[in-house]
Nanobody, 125 residues
């Protein structure tokens, strides 16, 4: 069983920054592919970014490319999402997710095995 706990959300003005964290349980965190997803009210959940166990491959959604950065610290069992130049359209509930096993990075939410409860990000204009 893997538990994921997100933190770092909040209210920020447009153009501001936030850093989300996701702390994971499990002794083999360093082997997980980790992803960030988000869901705005009335919209489907969408992919934001993902990171391979080694940190070597990090795809991003086009809407956040150049503004968001995903990273991980395997010693701390934590994955991060640094969000800069935030826009009102970034407002959503942000989730982290873990994909177990020696599988590759994917943008497909159904491929992830465990999910956190989410942290709210609200960007005011």
């Amino acid at each position: 069983q893997v538990q994921l706990v997100e933190s770092g959300g909040g209210l920020v003005q447009a153009g501001g920054s936030l850093r989300l964290s996701c702390a994971a349980s499990g002794r083999t965190f360093s082997s997980y592919t980790m992803g960030w997803f988000r869901q705005a009210p009335g919209k489907e959940r969408e992919f934001v970014a993902a990171i391979r166990w080694s940190g070597a491959f990090t795809p991003y959604a086009d809407s956040v490319k150049g503004r968001f950065t995903i990273s991980r610290d395997n010693a701390k069992n934590t994955v991060y999402l640094q969000m800069n130049s935030l826009k009102p359209e970034d407002t959503a509930l942000y989730y982290c997710a873990a994909r177990l096993g020696p599988l590759g990075v994917t943008e497909k939410d159904y491929a992830y095995d465990y999910w956190g409860q989410g942290t709210q990000v609200t960007v005011s204009s």
